[in-house]
């Protein structure tokens, strides 16, 4: 009798990479706050360096150039410009590697989830520089072998 591959070891690698990417971002967002809050700011706030000043979240809305996107408890408004790039992440798991490619305002829509950098308006909308579409496919990809035989 055959024993089919089992499928919980690749399952298994999937769930940690979510995780662990998961906790980067979060991570990401705490020392961001912790950094402004030292410099006696807000993050995201009007002259504030570094990461702070950037959005995240799940696309809620595309309204001409406007993107609205939602973070937890957070709304954020995204204004794009014809300056904005716009990349496409992709992830690796057997290779547990980031990559990105070249994207356009036309890859964006509702549900995908982004990240944006550029400069905050005194409104708080961000004035993007750059919008980051992030991977859909973590933890749904499978090794090409089907796991282990």
């Known amino acids: 009798m055959e024993k089919k591959p089992s499928a919980k070891k690749p399952l298994i690698m999937a769930g940690i990479l979510t995780l662990t990417l998961v906790a980067f971002f979060a991570g990401g967002i705490v020392l961001s706050s912790a950094h402004a809050a030292s410099m006696g700011g807000k993050p995201?706030?009007?002259?504030?360096p570094g990461p702070a000043n950037g959005?995240?979240?799940?696309?809620?809305?595309?309204?001409g150039s406007t993107i609205t996107v939602q973070a937890k408890d957070q709304t954020s408004t995204i204004l794009v410009t014809g300056s904005t790039t716009f990349s496409k992440g992709h992830v690796d798991l057997q290779a547990h590697t980031k990559s990105s490619q070249p994207a356009s305002f036309s890859d964006l829509a509702v549900g995908e989830t982004i990240q944006a950098e550029g400069k905050v308006n005194s409104d708080g909308?961000?004035?993007a520089s750059n919008v980051e579409i992030m991977p859909s496919d973590i933890g749904t990809q499978v090794p090409s072998n089907g796991g282990t035989k």
């Open 44 to 48: 995201g706030q009007q002259g504030t």
């Open 55 to 63: 959005a995240s979240g799940t696309i809620t809305k595309i309204d």
């Open 125 to 127: 909308s961000l004035a």
